[in-house]
């Protein structure tokens, strides 16, 4: 019966110091966050998860300052985190994994963590590097005639969409994102049509999986031609 008085109380002193052991550990992580022009971006909200939670240190957050600058302090040290932005009126899939500071130290990321796709409560993906306005890519293969008529019937948001240019559909293609563009566009490396014609019977396409461009007969439906609305910003 003493032994396993002991041995509990043994547990119990151990268990206490090695939970002191980790509150004394302590790192921070700073950064900036910019907007697609790289203008930085103020009282935007952060939040740093930790990627193998530690009790007390898995959830941390912050606020940009006016030069778009942000500090996590109280970080478990040398432990991996993601941080993502999060706002009420908009959210984005721009997020980063870092490492925290060794231990009284704090980590700087790489680069400055960019937001330049935002999508608002109303669905509309706006690029803040263009000013360009984007309709996310509805699940159904169309047509050239059938895109377009999707395109500038749309009402979302007020309406005045239309068919996106190469140069456009060209802007926003990412060989470094799975499917070829930021996940909001719901594009999944599928062809978009262009607005723009190459003869009365064809059309100029985009092909998100490599980013080639080509044509094809407007009256064609394929099993991954899309449609993608574009309008200026509003």
């Not at 100029?204 to 080639?212: A, E, L, N, S, T």
Request: proline fraction near 5%.
């Amino acid at each position: 019966m003493r032994g396993k008085v002991v041995i509990s109380i043994f547990l119990l002193i151990f268990s206490l110091t090695l939970m002191q052991g980790c509150e004394g550990k302590k790192a921070g992580i700073e950064g900036k966050v910019v907007d697609g022009k790289g203008n930085p971006m103020s009282s935007v909200k952060l939040i740093a998860k930790q990627v193998q939670p530690i009790k007390g240190y898995e959830h941390f957050e912050t606020t940009t300052g006016s030069d778009g600058t942000f500090r996590f302090k109280g970080v478990f040290p040398s432990s991996d985190y993601i941080i993502t932005p999060w706002s009420d009126s908009w959210k984005t899939a721009a997020m980063v994994k870092t490492q925290s500071g060794p231990e009284g130290q704090t980590s700087m990321l790489d680069k400055p963590l960019m937001v330049r796709f935002a999508t608002s409560k109303d669905g509309v993906i706006k690029d803040s590097k263009t000013g360009l306005e984007w309709a996310p890519a509805p699940d159904q293969d169309m047509d050239w005639f059938q895109a377009a008529n999707y395109a500038n019937s749309l009402g979302l948001a007020g309406g005045g969409w239309r068919l996106p240019t190469r140069a456009e559909l060209k802007g926003i293609y990412d060989e470094s994102k799975e499917g070829g563009a930021d996940p909001s566009f719901n594009i999944h490396g599928n062809w978009v049509w262009t607005g723009e014609t190459d003869s009365p019977s064809f059309a100029w396409y985009i092909g998100f999986r490599g980013g080639r461009e080509d044509t094809s007969v407007r009256g064609f439906v394929g099993y991954f031609d899309r449609v993608l609305p574009v309008r200026s910003g509003r």
